[in-house]
């Protein structure tokens, strides 16, 4: 299956945002004949300008929802991982979604672990605790996309391995991490939390991210890529708006797997 990874600059406004996204599958499907699925960051739909959350809030068929479904349709492919602000009644969720070709809505996940840094003392001298803006999930998510099972995740998931381990145990081919990981915990942690996610669990990681000067509080890594389960990059967006793409194979996974069989040694 060939994919593409997404990383955009996302701000306040949605239009900017979807337009940008358009953009980049139209030149990736020109470069890469053959794309079936496009991959998003987290909170591709509208970002915080900084001082409030964001009040575009996606509800089950709402004007905001109809336009990230269109985007499938409209480039007929599969538009996974990417996140939007949600309203669920009286609550506000991180939640993951992934469309068909069709428009056919095939799974959401709802972010569980919920980002929180103190950095009082610090230049930027302040507490950043999404709880405050969003409720957390409680389950995680599978969908099937062209043979292979994806496991869903966002961003602060990564470092939770436990998440991971189990899907692992429902045997997921491909990890999708929808990130915006900022600029100082990107280069300390990101590749190395990535790879280290792909090795033990053996799947393909694909982990979207934001990447530039959002507002004045936050600054996003970039450095989307794709990890094989052997946890080599094969594809990454390094610094600035782009994508990129890779061939995922199943038989690969397969080789990886019987050659080294971790899965057994696991607890039932």
Request: net charge negative.
């Amino acid at each position: 299956m060939k994919v593409a990874l997404i990383q955009i600059c996302s701000t306040f406004n949605p239009s900017e945002n979807i337009d940008k996204i358009n953009r980049f599958i139209i030149k990736a499907k020109t470069e890469e004949p053959g794309l079936e699925a496009v991959f998003l960051p987290e909170v591709f739909y509208s970002m915080s300008d900084g001082t409030k959350p964001t009040p575009y809030l996606v509800e089950a068929t709402n004007e905001h929802f109809e336009i990230i479904r269109a985007i499938s349709m409209n480039h007929n492919l599969y538009v996974l991982g990417g996140t939007a602000a949600t309203k669920v009644g009286d609550k506000v969720i991180n939640r993951n979604y992934n469309f068909s070709p069709s428009g056919e809505l095939i799974g959401t996940y709802d972010k569980i672990h919920l980002f929180s840094v103190n950095l009082k003392g610090t230049e930027k001298n302040t507490i950043i605790d999404e709880a405050d803006v969003y409720s957390k999930g409680h389950d995680l998510k599978t969908i099937n996309v062209n043979n292979f099972k994806i496991g869903l995740s966002i961003c602060f998931d990564l470092r939770f391995p436990e998440l991971y381990r189990e899907y692992h145990k429902e045997n997921v081919d491909i990890l999708s991490i929808s990130s915006a990981f900022t600029v100082p915990t990107g280069k300390a942690h990101w590749e190395v939390l990535l790879r280290a996610r792909a090795i033990e669990n053996q799947a393909y990681v694909i982990a979207c991210d934001q990447w530039g000067q959002h507002n004045k509080k936050l600054s996003t890594y970039g450095h989307s890529m794709i990890i094989d389960p052997w946890g080599e990059v094969i594809a990454n967006c390094e610094e600035g708006e782009g994508f990129a793409c890779a061939e995922l194979s199943m038989d690969k996974l397969n080789k990886i797997r019987t050659r080294m069989n971790v899965a057994r040694q696991l607890p039932t």
